[in-house]
């Protein structure tokens, strides 16, 4: 006989699991782990679910300037805060480092609960290299740059062993201090919980790098350990890359042309091998220092049809993320920065073949709001992190009214990441519906609507909660639901609640217009809100 746990039991049994590792293993560092269905974050033992938001640029190079901030996040339902630390201010003098910042950054943080994911804008941010120290910026013969339409730009070249070795000193060097000061064996409350290793790589202006060492490179063989990859993964390979390679050939030697074709795809993929191949090794010595979750992202192209340098070329864009992977295995996750308006279809492109989704750049506000739900719901995601998230301490604004919900749900989420029965949407005019398969039902998603009013639009998630119990979350939304056995299903009963130390709280008995009379499972758009469903099926 095939027995369901219920949602309670998926959440004992993941606590006590989660207790025993945390008890043989009271230092182990944050992690990733299969649990289940899911990838998921694990933090001093136990699955950890980031409601995060993105600082500005320098924001965090000040501790005065942060003070008042931290208090203000911590309102909005934030657990956790993604800040830059920059190559110049922690090595200000080659050899010489100061780690005052970072120590008073982990201070306030821990004052207000927060979580910490740290990002390493050393070598390159957004596709320029601003953020390296002065001793790199006027030593262009050490450190080389990229050079574009016969000139050189202030972007250093991936093909300088020297930059690489020196940013890897630095950022192994800040990998150790953070180990000693929240990642030691008697540590059972990690702070930095993940590590952005750069920011938005590649060659802006131009399709690839044009200096004397990239052009000798672009006209060699294609390394073998490359091309090895292609043909060894090549059933799994993103699709646009395997027909690029399909198209011309799929040869497995040649140069750089003759195994890509003569176009911008070809640049964009030499320069992400080049990328790769520097920061691959940035990656691994700040493991081998302290070995916990690091990222890459993304500046996501606005059009599949753009040409590389109208963003970073070489930057991990979904379609060589397989070029990134073939240069080596430090690197944990490929992140979308997602401003894109077709959320759900670039979200898809990164949940894939093995990469857990996460994402340290996203909008905000009520765009976020709404957002957030499909991330964590749907796609399983780590994390959810708006940019800029100094600038919006709204503690009454739609993004902190989604955290502080979600934050209530955590337990809830993470068990059915692992169960792989979760699902969230945002439904509107251009994305009127969606359909889910749960437990025997097909549950039909649409924007809501009564006596002829229409939502502009709605979001949410829903989960299973027993055989004919559903637990949903959010707002503007409806649900039809129809048992896929060819019964009638009909509502049973329809409770709104809240959830309080993980322990439901039930409050009105929606009926009447709340339920359209019986005929639907309805969240109004004027606020958000938790509910359970029970149903009844006809004979």
Known sequence: MKIQLSALLVLLLSFTLGVSVASAQPSAA?????????????????????????????????LEYMKPIWPQLKAMGLNSVVTPLSWELIEPEEGKYDFALVDGLLAQARENQQRVVFLWLASWKNGMSSYAPVWVKRDTHRFPRVVEHGSEVEILTPMASATRDADARAFAALMRHIKEVDGEVDSHDHTVVMMQIENEVGVLGDTRDHSDAANKAFASAVPAELTSYLQSHRNAL???????????????????????????????????????????????????????????????????????????????????????????????????????????????????????????????????????????????????????????????????????????????????QQAGDIHGFVVDKDHPSTDFNVNGYTLHVTVDQIFGHAAESGFGLIVPIGPDEFLGAGKGFRVAITARTGQRAGIASVDEGTFQDGKWIPGRRLNGDENDQGQGWRFSSRQLSIEKLKLYRVE
């Open 238 to 416: 993103y699709p646009d890359l395997h027909a690029l390679w399909e198209r011309n050939g799929a040869k497995t030697t040649g140069t750089w042309v003759e195994v890509f074709g003569d176009t911008p795809r070809a640049d964009e993929i030499f320069m992400a091998w080049n990328y790769a191949r520097f920061i691959q090794p940035v990656t691994a010595a700040g493991k081998a220092a302290y070995d916990i979750p690091m990222y890459v992202n993304t500046w996501l192209a606005d059009s599949d049809d753009n040409t590389p340098g109208s963003y970073p070329s070489g930057c991990p864009e979904p379609w060589v993320v397989d070029i990134w992977r073939a240069a080596g295995s430090s690197i944990d996750i490929y992140a979308p920065d997602l401003y894109d308006a077709r959320f759900a279809l670039w979200a898809k492109r990164y949940h894939r073949n093995g990469n857990p989704l996460y994402m340290p750049e996203a909008q905000g506000g009520a765009v976020g709001a709404a957002n957030v739900f499909y991330a964590l719901a749907e796609e399983s995601g780590l994390g959810f992190s708006p940019f800029g998230i100094d600038a919006e301490v709204d503690s009454k604004g739609p993004l902190a009214d989604s955290y502080r919900l979600l934050g209530t749900l955590t337990p809830l989420i993470l068990a059915h």
């Open 30 to 62: 944050p992690h990733l782990e299969k649990r289940g269905a899911a990838t998921q974050l694990i933090v001093d033992g136990q699955p950890f679910l980031m409601l995060s938001g993105e600082l500005h640029n320098s924001s965090s190079s000040s």
